[in-house]
Each structure stands twice: as structure tokens, then as C-alpha cells.
């Protein structure tokens, strides 16, 4: 059964440090994982879709990396800023892509 | 404009009551999902229907019924409410590809049950 973790469980830096956000999953075998961000009392929104043939997706500030062999992903967020604090989650299907192991989430939060 | 709606946002009621929660996405999608997320946070699939038809049921207790009138709805009902089941609810909804094919979800905004 696909287990997902993510490191750490929070995190609070000062604005405009770069920082790494960890994710990693036991089966290996997967199609693609999704990042996503969630604020607090709302709903998810998709940031990032990698695919399993890809190493790396960028989207702004963000930049996610997926390595299959050693069941791991990473979410870069470049200069970060105040609206970037909120609780961000890693997710992967299951094998017929019909529903998603979610990790437990990384709650950030950016210091003015 | 809203892709992925849920209805209410809000939901308290007492233990022992029947409610339902409406979920309706816009997006085209074939494929409709109910997750809960606990007090913990922790996310977890419930149920996935695909063209209304039931895909995965994961131990969710018999109380829970999800029904599909068509594929752009997916609505929960919860019989026999108990305190356990306060959390916030979440709807999304994705296109069924091949295995290996690109699934990306999308979320409703939530809705967070209160049991009294």
C-alpha cells in the first residue's frame, strides 16, 4: 500500500529565503505526483502536475523535482514572500489513476 | 466560472441527524471524488465514481451513501450522524484516462461537517 510522507511537518523562515519542501512515497511505481497548496479554511489548489518521465516542472517561483528511483520529490519556492504561508501537500495515484495518496502536508509559514 | 462547487460550506448538526452535501463540477470531467481531511489534516479518498458508476469505496462505514444523478454531480449523504465524523469534506473531480495517462484533480473549496 503507497505510503506518502512529507518533511518536514512545518517550517517558518523570514521572507526571501529559498527553501526545499520533501516528499517522499514507498512505491515507486508511480504515473505522476501533484503538489498542491491548501490556505487555511479553503479549499486545494494544484500548483504543480510531474509526470513519472519527467525529472523536473517549474511554474513561477515554484519548481518541483521527482526522482522515481528513490520515491522522492521536492518543492523549490524561490524568494519567498508572506503569500506564500499556507500548508502545502504532495499526492500520487494509485496505479488505475483513480484516486490520490495524499501526504500529511507541510504547514509554512513566511515572516515578514 | 466556479469549477468544483460544494454545498454548504458550513454544517452543524447534532448527532443522530441525516445530511447531504451537494458537489457539482463544471469541467467536464468524467470522474468525481469525496475526500475527508480529519482534524489532524490528513487527507484521505473516500469514495470515486466514474460516469456515475461507483469506482472505490475505501472502509467507508454504510452510513456514508454517495449518489451520482449524473457526471457532473456527486452528492454525499450521511445517515446517523456521530461525533467522529466532524471534518471537512472535500469534492474533486479529474478525467479517467489509460493507466499512465495525466490525472490531475481538482478540488472543491470544502465543507466543514460539525457534530454536535
Known amino acids: 500500500k503507497q505510503e506518502v510522507t512529507q518533511i518536514p511537518a512545518a517550517l517558518s523562515v523570514p521572507e526571501g529565503e529559498n527553501l526545499v519542501l520533501n516528499c517522499s512515497f514507498t512505491d515507486s511505481a508511480i504515473y505522476n505526483l501533484q503538489w498542491f497548496r491548501q490556505d487555511p479554511g479553503k479549499g486545494l489548489t494544484s500548483l504543480l502536475l510531474i509526470q513519472s518521465s519527467q525529472r523536473e516542472q517549474t511554474s513561477g517561483r515554484l519548481n518541483a523535482s521527482l526522482d522515481k528511483s528513490s520515491g522522492r520529490s521536492t518543492l523549490y519556492i524561490a524568494a519567498s514572500q508572506p503569500g506564500d504561508s499556507a500548508t502545502y501537500l504532495c499526492a500520487v495515484p494509485n496505479n488505475a489513476g483513480n484516486m490520490l495518496t495524499f501526504g500529511g502536508g507541510t504547514r509554512l509559514m513566511v515572516k515578514p | 466560472d466556479t469549477a468544483v462547487s460544494q454545498t454548504p460550506k458550513y454544517l452543524v448538526t447534532q448527532m443522530g441527524n441525516d445530511k447531504s452535501i451537494k458537489c457539482e463540477q463544471n469541467l467536464g470531467h468524467d470522474t468525481m471524488y469525496w475526500y475527508k481531511q480529519d482534524s489532524k489534516k490528513f487527507l484521505k479518498i473516500m469514495f470515486s465514481y466514474n460516469n456515475k458508476e461507483l469506482i472505490i469505496n475505501e472502509t467507508v462505514p454504510n452510513r456514508f451513501s454517495p449518489k451520482s444523478p449524473d457526471k457532473a454531480h456527486l452528492n454525499l449523504h450521511i445517515n446517523s450522524l456521530e461525533l467522529g465524523d466532524s471534518a471537512v469534506y472535500f469534492c474533486?473531480?479529474?478525467?479517467?484516462?489509460?493507466?499512465?495517462?495525466?490525472?490531475?484533480?481538482?478540488f472543491g473549496p470544502g465543507t466543514r461537517l460539525t457534530v454536535t
Open positions: 474533486a473531480s479529474s478525467l479517467l484516462g489509460l493507466a499512465g495517462a495525466t490525472i490531475e484533480q481538482y
